[in-house]
């Protein structure tokens, strides 16, 4: 019944309410060039219902400028409204000097002059709410833990695999034996005109960017071309460089390359050097051809990625009262009981 009670009370308000602003409103003015002291009566008159009718708080923003000089915004909150927002007479810059001493007495004269109006003084925090919310994320934040460096060295030995595997969409390329009989197993290409293509996936945290170095070893039965290796990412590629013809035929040699001495950016975009799937194009194209590549080592040294470890919720909870206090207490001891609207975060 209670419930009822209110909302029949709460409907007679707001009906008493419309009638009141359809009857007094004043049309005598074109539109737009009312006064501010009529403008402002307009708006304002049928708060009269919900404040002495219906027991409703209302506020109002006015600026220490209206409140030192008394004038019809003043004189018209005075008479429809029980608060006062003052918006800037206690704001972060308001009461916070330069030299970080706090003090609130500069507004004093004009908030007394309102108390002793009939108004209740509020204001927004005394701190803004974004410098509270800066406040409490900083105080709340949990401890961060950067990531762990890793030396990462990702090679490539082929032991693991079978004999005949292929990799990526290089299917010219299988694993075969060694054909020294020295090494194992290795990636084998005889296919006329073709290069070794094969996929590199690196962790997260190293990409194309972090790479060092890349070598691996070589053995081919054609002395007559270049050996190259380049890098892809998607369908972009870029040549790293040119090692000139093998040493000697059917003989494995060691071929290295400094990536800080080649421009990737030339053919990759952000983005790309972003990528962890790469792929390494090595070989000479040669016709005829027996190409065999093992020990791929790829040095690519990183950052894991940081992480937040959590932080006690009592322990966030007195670091919040901390640093709210640092601020508050100075301002509350100056304004006294006035700072009704800080108190709250005091609590």
Known sequence: MKKIHNILLASAAASMLLTGCAEDFDKSYPAGDKPESVAMADLTRGYEVLKNYTGMKLGANLTIADLKAANTSFSTVLANFNEVNVVDGFSHAAVVADDGTIS???SKDEVGAAIAAGLVPTASLFAPNAWNLTVMKEATKDIWVDGENVDLHQKYDFESSAIGDVF???TNSKVAKDPTGKNGKS???KKAAKFIEFPVNLPEGASLSTIKTISF?????NVKKNVVIRVKVGDKAKELRNFGVPTKAKT???FMVDLSKVDLTEAFDADDMKSSDISLVIGQGAVPQQVYVDNID???PYQKPGYYKPRPVEEKAADVKKAMLLTLIPLCRT???????GMWLLT
């Open 217 to 221: 070893d070589y053995y081919s039965s």
């Open 298 to 300: 790829i040095y690519a």
């Open 335 to 341: 304004m006294e009981t006035r700072c009704r609207h």
């Open 187 to 189: 990636l084998f290409n």
């Open 104 to 106: 609130a007495d500069a």
């Open 252 to 254: 494995w040699e060691t």
């Open 168 to 170: 990526g969409t290089d």
